[in-house]
């Protein structure tokens, strides 16, 4: 009996540590949160090239009117003078210039001549010269800027400048200005520009169409400027943001060009 129940006590340790030297079964990791993938982002529509004017150009239109407002105020004395311009190429005159070609030549083939910023200035600016022909500076820039596009002709409007009513202060292309003198509340919105025909393949500027006895005779009877309209509700602009932003110099400045072109443009097409 002795030796049986010494047995059954060594069985019992050794089971005892057998249990004790075996590892634990590990516990499952806890499951992780399931990751939402993001819903790939919609690639941008690819942006289409603009078709480039192609086929024949009968008439080829460079404008040089569009790409400021000046705003001048003419004071008292020198020191009341002020001047600033404000850049307008969202209001698209040069475009409504197109346009008014277009519209006044239907069946012909005409096409907008871009060119880069800036092309103009040396024209409208140049170095100081003992001579300068005028003429000759802006063929040889037509000629660059028409390039290859080979139309027949050209159309070409650049901006002029005149004085302000008799003062030693001008203005140039579109604008308004304001005297001293003039009633509280008004101002004169102006277009000033000249238009030139080139020959597509010679660049010879053509003679401009000459006025009728009728229309001089008219015009002398008439106090109308087709250069300039009055605004006799107007705050006048003291910033280049606020003369971009004004609707209403905007609209003036459309409709006077419009109305400029229209009357004008008929002679020029045709030439006479």
């Known amino acids: 009996m002795l030796r049986i129940a010494v047995s059954l006590i060594v069985l019992s340790s050794i089971w005892t540590s057998a249990v004790a030297q075996t590892p634990p079964t590990p516990a499952a990791p806890p499951a992780k949160p399931a990751v939402k993938k993001a819903a790939p982002k919609a690639k941008p529509a690819a942006q289409q090239p603009v078709a480039a004017q192609s086929g024949p150009c009968q008439i080829g239109v460079i404008s040089a009117i569009g790409d400021y407002f000046s705003v001048q105020h003419v004071g008292l004395t020198m020191f009341g003078n002020e001047y600033l311009e404000a850049p307008i190429d969202a209001w698209g005159l040069d475009d409504l210039l197109v346009g008014r070609v277009r519209a006044a030549a239907p069946g012909i083939a005409v ?162």
């Open 111 to 272: 096409r907008k001549i871009a060119y880069a910023n800036g092309a103009f200035k040396p024209y409208y600016h140049p170095e100081a010269k003992l001579f300068r022909n005028d003429r000759n500076d802006l063929t040889a820039l037509v000629r660059q800027i028409a390039g290859s596009t080979n139309c027949e002709r050209y159309i070409v409007a650049t901006k002029s400048r005149v004085t302000v009513d008799g003062t030693n202060q001008s203005i140039e292309g579109v604008g308004v200005y304001k005297n001293w003198a003039s009633p509280a509340g008004r101002g004169v919105v102006v277009a000033y520009f000249l238009l030139n025909v080139f020959d597509g393949r010679t660049f010879e500027i053509h003679r401009a169409p000459s006025r009728n006895f009728g229309d001089v005779l008219a015009s002398s009877f008439s106090n109308k400027n087709d250069n300039n309209r009055i605004l006799n509700d107007l705050e006048f602009p003291k910033t280049p943001e606020q003369a971009a932003n004004n609707a209403t110099l905007r609209d003036s400045a459309r409709s006077l060009i419009t109305a400029k072109l229209d009357k004008v443009l008929p002679a020029y097409i045709k030439g006479e």
